[in-house]
Nanobody, 118 residues
Framework: VQLQASGGGLVQVGDSLRLSCAAS????????MGWFRQAPDKERESVAT????????SYTDSVVGRFTISRDISKKTVDLQMYSLRPEDTAVYYC????????????WGQGTQVTVSS
């Protein structure tokens, strides 16, 4: 699976932004997809993940109530709608996929920069 992320940009505190990730190739063996982020001098962290078939979503605590992950199986896309953005949300955001039978997210998109200015 190849992943292409888009939608990043420079926004102000409190603004909203929507990231989109398009998958190409076979997705019939996709278990889950997710959005991760890495800020300067910090480790990459999981932001939100979604089970591909059931749509069950989970979030890191800091984005609960502000971010929503969704997927469209027919379009092979996974989006991250971000509201009430904060400076600490500034990071490069990556989408990734995890296949059935695999224990980790192994396919990664190229990353898209989100900068929240105060």
């Amino acid at each position: 699976v190849q992943l292409q992320a888009s939608g990043g940009g420079l926004v102000q505190v409190g603004d909203s932004l929507r990231l989109s990730c398009a998958a190409s190739g076979r997705t019939d063996r996709t278990l889950a997809m997710g959005w991760f982020r890495q800020a300067p001098d910090k480790e990459r962290e999981s932001v939100a993940t979604i089970m591909w078939n059931s749509g069950y979503a989970s979030y890191t605590d800091s984005v609960v109530g502000r971010f929503t992950i969704s997927r469209d199986i027919s379009k092979k896309t996974v989006d991250l709608q971000m509201y009430s953005l904060r400076p600490e949300d500034t990071a490069v955001y990556y989408c990734a996929s995890r296949m059935l039978g695999r224990s980790a997210f192994e396919s990664w998109g190229q990353g898209t920069q989100v900068t929240v200015s105060s």
